[in-house]
Structure formats: structure tokens, C-alpha cells
């Protein structure tokens, strides 16, 4: 009690004391204003041991420790901010590389900016119903969301009718669903007053599958799928359609080729009930064709009952190029179901690529016209006869229409052609002159 005394102060307990520290929220509400001010104004000495250096820390170093303190709030801050960075950059690119994986079989969250895949294919193929007389085309091709559209024609309507198979292979198992920018082949026949006409596409796994347009096509049912052929194809192969060699009462269907796992070019027959492929053995093997070429299937003869194909893909000459070739196999010869050299028919073609095509149709029963469109748009090609020299055409009179920058071409065998061209697919006829011109009739813009 004594040290107390000669302060004149009334005594402390300790607790008290320790109370009075600067901004203790208990001693600002419970503490007298009077006892408040003297406190802060005249400390004793016992105070002062009683609060400790704090207390007695002079302004300038208690403001060093304050911004020292704050520093090292930024510090922190600093390294937390850079840690949620790199945390969520690493959970988007693991996310993005998720839906880049998926791609092939998901549709695009976003409306796409194209009307057709970018890289699409485009097949066609045409028919005359057997009862009515009526001819009708189906021209195939891909849309932005890996779905196969249908357009088709009728002739008695003059009008064009939009299928989109989505609907037909909804119950399919998703690895069947068509690759982005599958090749497509097409065709059409009619047998026994029966009418059938489909596409062949490869899906994800590289396997062959089959759309058909079913009961009489032209046509308001979409048709339907079919479960996979299972056979599975290299993966820059190409495909290719031609109707059967048989008479008007045969249900063989079409005959398919593809280049298999090694490379070779084989062919199988298609059912016209279902579009199955079982394996022809009777064909050669025609060798020689490039690793991915483009190909395509024409009639030798008469284009209507054909006595034989003729197969038109590349030969690489070197590892930047290659030349046009042709094969023919006719069935009435005493060489029958071998596939015979042609020669070459156009040379100085770019390596094959899905940008190098080949299309061509039946002009009559002697002539035959080949065209090669090249990466950069173009098209040229060749006039083929069985007994004269090839004629070929460097440039082609495309009437009012595009004459370049296509991406994909196809003609059907009455003589049509088609291309896609801008995001849109267009028409145009084919005309035949007796001196050896071909011209394309420029017709109208089918999709959209």
C-alpha cells in the first residue's frame, strides 16, 4: 500500500490496471471520463511497469510497425491472389480439354457461326420411281452439329424437302453417330417396283454405317438407321457407290468401296433391304491407289444396265503429288470381275487430302466426265471415251454460278452437279456438246 501512497492515487487492483491499456473496448465503455483523463495524462510509474513497453513505444516507432504490418498483409494477399490464378487456370484447361476430347460425339454449347460442318463431304445420288415415272435426287452433307441432312427432289413437285436423320439415329449408340467431316457416298435403285436409297458414313471408331430413306423416299419420313456393319476402314479413307451389276429383278443393292486397315481398296455388296455390306470376292484388288485417295465408281456402257465400273482415284508419283488413274472392270469380258489399267488421266494433282475430290457422271453411253477439285477451289478435269484419247479441261463455263472456292463436290448419275460453296450447297446442270464442251448450268442455291 505504501508505493500507492505516494501518488496520491487510490489503489489499482492488477485487473484493473491491465484495463487500461490504449483501445481496450472495456475500458472506453466502463471506465469514468474523469478517471479516463487523468490515466492517460499523468501515468504512474507502476502503470507503466503494469502495461509494459507498449505503452510506452514512441509514435514514430509504432507507425514503422503499423505499415510493416500492412506490408506484410500485401505480401500475403499478394501470394494468395497468385495461388487462386494458377488454381483456377489449371481447373479450366483441365475442363477445356475435357470438351476438346468429347468434341467428336457432343454438340457445340454455342450456336455454331456455319450453317455446314467445314470440312463436310457432300453426296448425291438420283432415281426414277418405277410405278410413277417420277425421277427424284437426295443430295447428303453435313451440318455444323455432325448431323446428316437429306435434300431431296421431286420432280412432279419441283420443290425440295429438308430430312435430317437426327431423329432416325436417336436410339443408335453414340459411337456410331457420324464423324465431323465423314466421307459419304450415296445411292439409289430401284428393283422389283421397290425404290431404296441411302448414304454411307464412317463414325467415330472409323466403321462404315448406313442411312437409309425408307418405304417410297422423296419423302416425308427421315427413315432410319441401321446397327453398325462393324467394318472398319483406314482412317483417311474415302467412299465410294455404285449400283449393282445386275438386272432390274436383283436385290443385291450396291456395291461399296473403301480402303481397309492396310491400305487396300476393296469393295463389298450392299443389301437393298438394308444396306448391309457382305464381301465380294469376285473383284480384284486394283493396286497402285494412293493412301487416302478420293475415289470414285462410274458406269462402263450403258449408264442404266452398265456392263461394267470404272474406278478413278490417285497413283502418287512422288511424296508431294500424284496423277489421276483409271480402272475398269467389265464383266462381259473374257478378264471379267479384274480390274484393268487405264492410264492416267490428269497429272500434277497435290498429294490426297480430304480437299482433293473426285467426282463424275455418265454423259451417254460412250462418254464419261471427271472432275478433280483442289484445295484451293478449283475445278478441272477430263472428257473419258473407252476408244479415243482423254480430253482435258483445264476450266470449266459455270454459267452465272460460282465457278470456284468449293469445298466438296458431287454429281449424280442424270447428269447434276453439286457443290458446296460459302455455306450454302448449289445446283447445276450438266450440258454435253457434239463438239466435246462440257457446260455447267448454273441452277439455284439448294441449302439453305
Known amino acids: 500500500m505504501e508505493r500507492y501512497q505516494k501518488t496520491n492515487i487510490e489503489p489499482y487492483s492488477d485487473l484493473e490496471v491491465r484495463y487500461d491499456k490504449p483501445g481496450n473496448p472495456y475500458h472506453s465503455a466502463h471506465q469514468p471520463e474523469s478517471e479516463s483523463s487523468n490515466h492517460q495524462t499523468e501515468p504512474s510509474s507502476n502503470q507503466e511497469l503494469a502495461l509494459g513497453a507498449d505503452t510506452q513505444a514512441k509514435p514514430e516507432d509504432t507507425k514503422s510497425r503499423f505499415q510493416f504490418s500492412i506490408s506484410r498483409w500485401r505480401l500475403l494477399c499478394g501470394i494468395i491472389v497468385i495461388v487462386v490464378v494458377i488454381v483456377v487456370a489449371s481447373t479450366l484447361g483441365a475442363v477445356l480439354s475435357r470438351r476438346k476430347n468429347h468434341q467428336a460425339s457432343q454438340p457445340p454449347s454455342q450456336p455454331p457461326s456455319t450453317l455446314l460442318h467445314s470440312n463436310s463431304s457432300v453426296s448425291a445420288s438420283s432415281w426414277i420411281d418405277p410405278v410413277t415415272g417420277f425421277v427424284h435426287r437426295a443430295v447428303y452433307f453435313q451440318d455444323s452439329y455432325n448431323s446428316i441432312i437429306a435434300r431431296v427432289w421431286q420432280s412432279n413437285t419441283q420443290n425440295w424437302d429438308t430430312l435430317n436423320f437426327t431423329s432416325a439415329i436417336k436410339d443408335l449408340p453414340k459411337d456410331q453417330l457420324a464423324a465431323p467431316g465423314t466421307p459419304l457416298a450415296s445411292g439409289s435403285l430401284s428393283a422389283k417396283n421397290v425404290t431404296k436409297t441411302g448414304v454411307w458414313y464412317l463414325d467415330i471408331e472409323n466403321r462404315i454405317e448406313w442411312l437409309g430413306l425408307i418405304n417410297q423416299p422423296g419423302l416425308k419420313n427421315p427413315g432410319s438407321g441401321y446397327p453398325s456393319t462393324g467394318r472398319e476402314v483406314h482412317p483417311n479413307s474415302s467412299l465410294a457407290a455404285f449400283p449393282s451389276l445386275c438386272d432390274a429383278n436383283c436385290t443385291e443393292g450396291w456395291i461399296l468401296a473403301y480402303q481397309n486397315t492396310e491400305n487396300q481398296v476393296q469393295f463389298k455388296t450392299a443389301s437393298i433391304n438394308d444396306g448391309f455390306l457382305t464381301p465380294n470376292s469376285d473383284y480384284s484388288d486394283p493396286s497402285g491407289i494412293a493412301s487416302g485417295s478420293s475415289m470414285t465408281l462410274l458406269p462402263l456402257g450403258d449408264y442404266q444396265l452398265p456392263s461394267g465400273m470404272t474406278l478413278i482415284a490417285e497413283s502418287l508419283t512422288s511424296t508431294e503429288g500424284g496423277e489421276m488413274v483409271s480402272k475398269t472392270l467389265n464383266s462381259s469380258s473374257e478378264v471379267a470381275n479384274i480390274f484393268q489399267d487405264d ?84 445446283e447445276y446442270d450438266v450440258f454435253f456438246f457434239p463438239d466435246g464442251t462440257v457446260h455447267f448450268n448454273y441452277t439455284d442455291v439448294i441449302f439453305p
Open 343 to 426: 492410264g492416267t488421266l490428269l497429272k500434277g494433282l497435290p498429294a490426297p487430302s480430304s480437299r482433293v475430290q473426285f467426282t463424275g457422271t455418265a454423259l451417254n453411253d460412250w462418254f464419261n466426265v471427271v472432275l478433280a477439285l483442289y484445295p484451293d477451289g478449283t475445278i478441272n478435269g477430263v472428257l473419258v471415251n473407252q476408244t479415243q484419247p482423254v480430253t482435258t479441261y483445264d476450266t470449266f463455263d459455270f454459267g452465272d454460278g460460282p465457278s470456284a472456292n468449293f469445298s466438296a463436290v458431287a454429281m449424280t448419275l442424270d447428269r447434276m452437279l453439286y457443290g458446296i460453296y460459302n455455306d450454302t450447297v448449289v
